[in-house]
């Protein structure tokens, strides 16, 4: 909520932004790697951190992280099992998000 001013309607909106992106900038920073486009990883890893910090994800934030230090350090894309933990990451932040919002959606529908 820290994201959202602790305003609960900008934060709906902003998970269901979330919702809306995360899987798009995802499979672009993905397709970046496969191609070993390291400037395009470097643009669309940042570009989902700052996504994936609206949602709360730190665990999928500390690993673009860990793929940003590395791209510096030796001037290549992350590995393959980077963009496979990543991608576990951002599923099951996307699965907390899609839970929260129904369970929300629920509580006001009791109301």
């Known amino acids: ?57 730190d665990a999928a934030v500390r690993l673009l992280d860990q793929i940003e230090i590395e791209f510096n350090r030796k001037k290549r894309v992350c590995t393959a099992e980077k963009i496979l933990e990543l991608q576990n990451e951002i599923m099951l932040t996307l699965d907390e998000v899609r839970d929260f919002l129904a369970e929300l959606e629920s509580l006001e529908l009791q109301y």
């Open 1 to 57: 909520m820290k994201h959202s001013y602790n305003d609960k309607s900008v934060f709906v909106d902003l998970c269901k932004l979330f919702l809306q992106v995360g899987g798009e900038q995802f499979a672009r920073l993905k397709s970046a790697v496969q191609a070993g486009n390291v400037s395009a990883t470097t643009q669309e890893c940042h570009a989902l951190k700052g996504t994936l910090l609206i949602s709360g994800a």
